[in-house]
Nanobody, 112 residues
Framework: QVHLVESGGGSVQPGGSLRLSCAAS???????MAWHRQAPGKERERVAN???????HYADFVEGRFAISRDDAKNMVYLQMNSLRPEDTAVYYC???????WGQGIQVTVSS
């Protein structure tokens, strides 16, 4: 089992940036990794995912504002978020795809 811990969340004004980090307790080299988010009263939705070969996919609502990356030597996954909007406010989760391994989530709030 791999434990995932997110960091880097917080509050930011619209148009600002945040970089989320996900630290894994073990090797993630052979796994696709993803970031999901859940806003109050809404279902959890996938934001972005990255394959073991660094192929990436983004939800339509990202519109080129976010970038997912990974550093398998450090067992880390990142989500760089730019041009943040109030509707990006949510709890963001790191997930090892095709497994039940999820992080505990971290709050991102975009507000003026």
């Amino acid at each position: 089992q791999v434990h995932l811990v997110e960091s880097g969340g917080g509050s930011v004004q619209p148009g600002g940036s945040l970089r989320l980090s996900c630290a894994a307790s073990g090797s993630i080299r052979n796994y696709a990794m993803a970031w999901h988010r859940q806003a109050p009263g809404k279902e959890r939705e996938r934001v972005a995912n990255i394959s073991p070969s660094d192929s990436t996919h983004y939800a339509d609502f990202v519109e080129g504002r976010f970038a997912i990356s990974r550093d398998d030597a450090k067992n880390m996954v990142y989500l760089q978020m730019n041009s943040l909007r109030p509707e990006d406010t949510a709890v963001y989760y790191c997930h090892t795809m095709s497994t039940p391994w999820w992080g505990q989530g971290i709050q991102v709030t975009v507000s003026s």
